[in-house]
């Protein structure tokens, strides 16, 4: 998998009001017209999740835009935090998904906005079931021609609550949903498996997600033909292989740009460095393999 690390973005020292001091993450990117790239991103810090944007204008760097969606939004389902967004175009302006909590679950709510500046929430959707029962986070949105995707992370409690798999839902129009429920689950190796992320290219989806072995987690691969599905590639970044432990990575977000190059945004942190923030950081495919040509 050809991927050069590009480095961090978004250098910590420049954070403002302390909103991202103990972690950023969950990034989402749009590239508009002009070649403008827009990221909503989560915030920590230390205490309490916001939804932040940057955004970084052709051949400049990323400069950030502050809150973009503040706790209780929606109201008391996100009183206690906000985060995890995925954005997209739709004919009607951008629409958002991310997780709120409310102090007790975590479920996923939507947002819509005519310029991406200005939101309107529109509260939660999909009822919770047993592989979601716990947490409903991390949700990816893909838009095809025939289908609206909704991907996410679903806790169901077990595993001291640290289990995950990955559920799907779709929708004819973003209305109203039909969950689909896992289409991938931890394999005997592993914890959870969580935060995908999906982008279609020739009619295949290509699932970035994290894979967690109860020691560190490390950004994965699969393919799926018909999106319920899956086959699995394997670790995908440099230094999230067995033998090059050296990064820590979640949260990826990859975005085909106008001028054909693949980006990929995720965050990290050094393996086994507890008392280090995650960053953001960023990577750009090289163009070895077909398996994400463009179609």
Not at 91 to 111: E, F, I, V
Request: net charge negative; hydrophobic share 35%.
């Amino acid at each position: 998998m050809g991927w050069h690390l590009d480095g961090q973005i978004l250098p910590g020292s420049e954070a403002p009001s302390e909103l991202e001091s103990l972690r950023t993450f969950g990034p989402s990117v749009v590239e508009e017209d002009d070649g403008t790239l827009r990221m909503w991103y989560s915030g920590h810090d230390g205490s309490t999740s916001r939804i932040l944007e940057a955004v970084q204008r052709p051949g400049g760097p990323w400069e950030r835009r502050g809150v973009s969606i503040d706790v209780g939004f929606a109201g008391e389902s996100d009183a206690y935090g906000v985060e995890s967004p995925s954005v997209v175009f739709t004919p009607d302006g951008y629409l958002m998904a991310y997780a709120g909590s409310d102090g007790a679950d975590t479920r996923l709510h939507m947002a819509k906005s005519s310029d991406g500046q200005l939101w309107k929430p529109l509260g939660t959707f999909l009822e919770r079931e047993e592989a979601d029962a716990v947490g409903a986070t991390h949700p990816c949105l893909v838009v095809t021609s025939q289908l609206w995707w909704l991907f996410y992370s679903g806790y169901d409690g077990s595993e001291n609550g640290r289990r995950a798999a990955i559920l799907a839902a779709v929708s004819d129009s973003g209305a109203s949903w039909d969950r689909l429920g896992p289409v991938l689950e931890p394999g005997r190796d592993e914890l959870a498996v969580f935060e995908p992320w999906v982008v279609m290219s020739q009619r295949r989806f290509s699932m970035f997600y994290v894979s967690d072995d109860g020691r560190r987690s490390a950004i994965q691969m699969a393919t799926s033909e018909d999106g319920l599905s899956w086959d699995r590639r394997g670790n995908t970044l440099p230094g999230s292989g067995d033998d090059v432990d050296t990064l820590e990575e979640r949260s990826p977000c990859v975005l085909r740009l106008r001028d054909g190059s693949l980006r990929l945004w995720f965050t990290s942190r050094p393996t086994g460095d507890v008392s280090a923030a995650y960053h953001l950081c960023s990577a750009t495919f090289d163009g070895s393999g077909d398996w994400l040509s463009p179609g």
